[in-house]
C-alpha cells in the first residue's frame, strides 16, 4: 500500500468529503436489512471526527439512473447514521449546490453531514468534470473509503481527485493492503477456491490466480464448464459451451506451473433448479440427462475441506452451489467452516461467499471480509482500480 491515508494528513479544523460505500439493501419499508457497510467506515469517520475534521459524507444508492428516485434515497442511511454515530448527523437533500453548501458553513468540528444520493446526478457516473469539481468545492480534503466502487472511474471515486489532495480511509488501506499482501507476500500453501455460476465472469482471476496459488479449487456452476471440458456428461447442468476451449487451456496452464487444479468428483444433482426438488449424489460424468448439478457431493466437499484446512493463505470468492437452497448448501458451507478452521489468513469476497459466511455465524473466524463485489474481482485478476490509482502516492 504506497498510497496515502489519513493519517498521513493534517484534517483538523478542514473540511473533509469521503466518498463512503453505503450501497445497503432497504426494504419496502425503508428499513436497512444490512447495515455491514455502513459500520464499516465507522472507524473513518470517528478518526476524522476526534482529530476535529468537519465530515461531508458521500455515496450512491441502488441504480437510479441519473434521475431523482426516492426509491433510492440517502434518508434510511441518514436515520441509521443517527442511531450509530448521534442525533446530530446532518443530511442534506442534494448531494451539490445551495443547500449542502449552507449546511457546511455552518458546521463545526466534528460535525457530520450525509449528501444525497451521487447517482441521482447523470454526470455522476459520467466523471464529469464540472460535476467533480462542484463536489470538490465542497470540502479541501478527499477521503476515498469505498473500496466497494473503487473499480469505477466516476466523479466521486476518480474525478474529484483532480481537484483536492486525495487520500485513502481505513477501510480501504485495509481493503488494498491485505488482498495485495496476500497476493504478492503470501505464506504458504496458498489455496485460492472459486465458485459461482459462469467461467465468464471469472477469467482474469482465475488467469491471475495460476500465477500466484499452489491450489486451486473450482466448485459451482463454472467447474460444470471444466468436466465438460473434460468430456465429462453434465445433464442439463449450466454449462457455458463456448468456454470450453478456454477452459482446457487454464487446465493446461495450471498443469504447466504445477499448480493443483482441483475440480468436484462427485456432485448433488436435482431434476430442477427449486428448493423441494428431487436430488441425489452422482459421479462426475454420471449426471442425468435432465438433471442439473447444483452443489458439490460429499467426496468432493471432504476433499476440499482437507486441503484448505492445511492452507496458511486463502482467498474465496463464489459459492459451490446454489446454497439458498438447503438441499444444496452443504458444499458452500463445508467451504466456510474449512475457511474458518484453518490456521490461515483468509479472504472472503462476493456477495454470496460473504452472504454464506454471515448465515453460519463464523464472520470472526474468517481474517478479512471484503465489502467489494467487482472491485474484489478486478484487483484480484489483477488489475489498477481507477479509485485506488487517483489517491496521492506516499
Known amino acids: 500500500m504506497n498510497k496515502k491515508t489519513i493519517q498521513d494528513i493534517d484534517v483538523k479544523g478542514k473540511k473533509v468529503i469521503v466518498r463512503v460505500d453505503f450501497n445497503v439493501p432497504v426494504d419496502d419499508q425503508g428499513k436497512i436489512t444490512d447495515e455491514t457497510r455502513i459500520t464499516a467506515a465507522l472507524p473513518t469517520i470517528s478518526y476524522l471526527r476526534e482529530k476535529g475534521a468537519v465530515v461531508i459524507l458521500m455515496s450512491h444508492l441502488g441504480r437510479p439512473k441519473g434521475k431523482v428516485n426516492e426509491k433510492y434515497t440517502m434518508a434510511p442511511v441518514a436515520a441509521k447514521l443517527k442511531e450509530l454515530i448521534g442525533p446530530d448527523v446532518l443530511y442534506a437533500k442534494d448531494c451539490i449546490g445551495a443547500e449542502p ?18 447517482r441521482f446526478h447523470k454526470e455522476e457516473e459520467e466523471n464529469d ?17 469505498a473500496f466497494g466502487t473503487a ?12 481537484y483536492l489532495p486525495a487520500v485513502a480511509g481505513f477501510l480501504m488501506q485495509s481493503e488494498i493492503g491485505i488482498m495485495g499482501r496476500a497476493l504478492e507476500h503470501p505464506e504458504r500453501p496458498f489455496v485460492g477456491i472459486l465458485g459461482g455460476a459462469k467461467v465468464s ?17 473450482m466448485g459451482g456452476g463454472m467447474a460444470n464448464t471444466f468436466l465438460a471440458a473434460q468430456g465429462k456428461e453434465m445433464g442439463k447442468s449450466l454449462v457455458e459451451t463456448d468456454k470450453l476451449d478456454l477452459a482446457r487451456s487454464l487446465m493446461k496452464q495450471a ?36 438433471w442439473m448439478a447444483l452443489d458439490i457431493g460429499p467426496a ?8 484448505v484446512r492445511q492452507a496458511k493463505t486463502i482467498i474465496w470468492n463464489g459459492p459451490m452451489g446454489v446454497f439458498e437452497m438447503e438441499a444444496f448448501a452443504k458444499g458452500t458451507e463445508e467451504i466456510v467452516k ?6 490461515a489468513v483468509s479472504i472472503v469476497g462476493g456477495g454470496d461467499s460473504v452472504a454464506a459466511v454471515h448465515k453460519t455465524g463464523l464472520e470472526g473466524k474468517i481474517t478479512h471480509i471484503s465489502t467489494g463485489g467487482g472491485a474484489s474481482l478486478e484487483f484480484l485478476e489483477g488489475k489498477e482500480l481507477p479509485g485506488v490509482a487517483a489517491l496521492q502516492n506516499k
Open 101 to 118: 453548501e449552507g449546511m457546511i458553513e455552518t458546521m463545526r468540528p466534528g460535525d457530520v453531514l450525509l449528501l444525497e444520493n451521487l
Open 129 to 145: 468534470a464540472a460535476f467533480a469539481q462542484k463536489l470538490a468545492a465542497l470540502a479541501e480534503i478527499y477521503v476515498n473509503d
Open 300 to 307: 468432493s466437499r471432504a476433499a476440499f475441506g482437507k486441503i
Open 151 to 162: 473499480h469505477r472511474a466516476h466523479a466521486s471515486t476518480a474525478g474529484i481527485a483532480q
Open 201 to 217: 465472469d471469472k477469467i482474469g482471476v482465475i488467469q491471475n490466480l495460476i500465477t500466484k496459488v499452489n491450489v486451486l479449487i
Open 338 to 343: 474449512a475457511v474458518a478452521e484453518a490456521q
Open 255 to 290: 498443469q504447466e506451473k504445477g499448480v493443483g487444479l482441483l475440480l468436484p468428483e462427485d456432485l448433488v444433482v436435482g431434476e430442477a433448479l427449486a428448493a423441494d426438488a428431487k436430488h441425489q449424489v452422482v459421479g462426475v460424468g454420471q449426471v442425468p440427462a435432465d
